[in-house]
T-cell receptor
Framework: AQSVTQLGSHVSVSEGALVLLRCNYSSSVPPYLFWYVQYPNQGLQLLLKYTTGATLVKGINGFEAEFKKSETSFHLTKPSAHMSDAAEYFCAVRGGGFQKLVFGTGTRLLVSP | NAGVTQTPKFQVLKTGQSMTLQCAQD?????MSWYRQDPGMGLRLIHYSVGAGITDQGEVPNGYNVSRSTTEDFPLRLLSAAPSQTSVYFCASSYSGVQSSYEQYFGPGTRLTVT
């Protein structure tokens, strides 16, 4: 069965600091991996995705993630945090069958001035 | 394209009442799904549909019904609301053709409170 573990329910950084949000997955099929962002009182918006090919994936708003098969990881990074990055971030993996996605429990990113 | 739309945005129900949460998409996606979001639990799949006339249960289906009479619409019905169904509900859709990347598009959500 597919599963996702996000380490840290809350991550705090200062504006301008490196952002690192961790995601580890378990999958019995070649993984398709996603990061979604949720701003307060809004739906989920796709940040980036890995399907096949290049393991370093660039997304919107300066975020990127690297697929590491040997570590079963797909960590999200951004070199310099901005106040507008404060949101909840969800990692997801293709689930078993059809179009299902399995989501992690989310990490809330707090950015302080 | 409006994408995925959901109505209502907010709803308060009394225990035992029933209601329908509406979801529609205009992207001609075959796959549609309903999730509930609760603090610390991420998104949990309630029901999903792979096309008109075909639905199936997800992880937490009890207390909810769905139907899919058209490609565009996928309503979620609460049969007899309970306080445990207080949550934020998201509808999502996805293209499921051969070249699908499994990316799901989400609606803005419905915040439901059951008293």
């Amino acid at each position: 069965a597919q599963s996702v573990t996000q380490l840290g329910s809350h991550v705090s950084v200062s504006e301008g600091a490196l952002v690192l949000l961790r995601c580890n997955y378990s999958s019995s099929v070649p993984p398709y991996l996603f990061w979604y962002v949720q701003y307060p009182n809004q739906g989920l918006q796709l940040l980036l995705k890995y399907t096949t090919g290049a393991t370093l994936v660039k997304g919107i708003n300066g975020f990127e993630a690297e697929f590491k098969k040997s570590e079963t990881s797909f960590h999200l990074t951004k070199p310099s945090a901005h106040m507008s990055d404060a949101a909840e971030y969800f990692c997801a993996v293709r689930g078993g069958g059809f179009q299902k996605l399995v989501f992690g429990t989310g990490t809330r990113l707090l950015v302080s001035p | 394209n409006a994408g995925v739309t959901q109505t209502p945005k907010f709803q308060v129900l009394k225990t035992g009442q029933s209601m329908t949460l509406q979801c529609a998409q205009d992207m001609n996606h075959e796959y549609m799904s309903w999730y509930r979001q609760d603090p610390g639990m991420g998104l949990r799949l309630i029901h999903y549909s792979v096309g008109a006339g075909i639905t199936d249960q997800g992880e937490v289906p009890n207390g909810y019904n769905v139907s899919r009479s058209t490609t565009e619409d996928f309503p979620l019905r609460l049969l007899s609301a309970a306080p445990s169904q207080t949550s934020v509900y998201f509808c999502a859709s996805s293209y499921s053709g051969v070249q699908s990347s499994y990316e799901q598009y989400f609606g803005p959500g419905t915040r439901l409170t059951v008293t």
